[in-house]
């Protein structure tokens, strides 16, 4: 069902879980949120999620974000264990 504690709906959430995804020096994670909350994230990061379909979570990035290859890279991975182990 639902990965947020703060929400009590029963649904699938596009983030179900917390995952940490890294690519050169950025370490990218994300933590489901409460449906109707949105992507809380900055800019590049932000628009690389809205891409790949996320809806609903809060991330955090460390490093040097302003890399966008390693960026990137630290998105792909985390998209990748969210959909090998959901």
Excluded: Y
């Excluded at 995952?19 to 992507?39: F, M, N, Q, W, Y």
């Excluded at 974000?65 to 182990?85: D, E, P, V």
């Amino acid at each position: 069902g639902c990965g947020s504690w703060e929400c009590r709906c029963d649904q699938k959430h596009s983030v179900p879980f917390k995952i940490l995804g890294k690519g050169g020096s950025v370490t990218i994670e994300i933590l489901p949120a409460p449906r109707g909350l949105g992507l809380v994230a900055g800019g590049k990061i932000k628009r690389l999620l809205e891409l790949a379909g996320l809806q609903d979570a809060w991330t955090k990035a460390t490093g040097s974000t302003a890399t966008m290859n390693s960026t990137s890279k630290a998105i792909l991975n985390c998209l990748r264990q969210t959909f090998s182990q959901g």
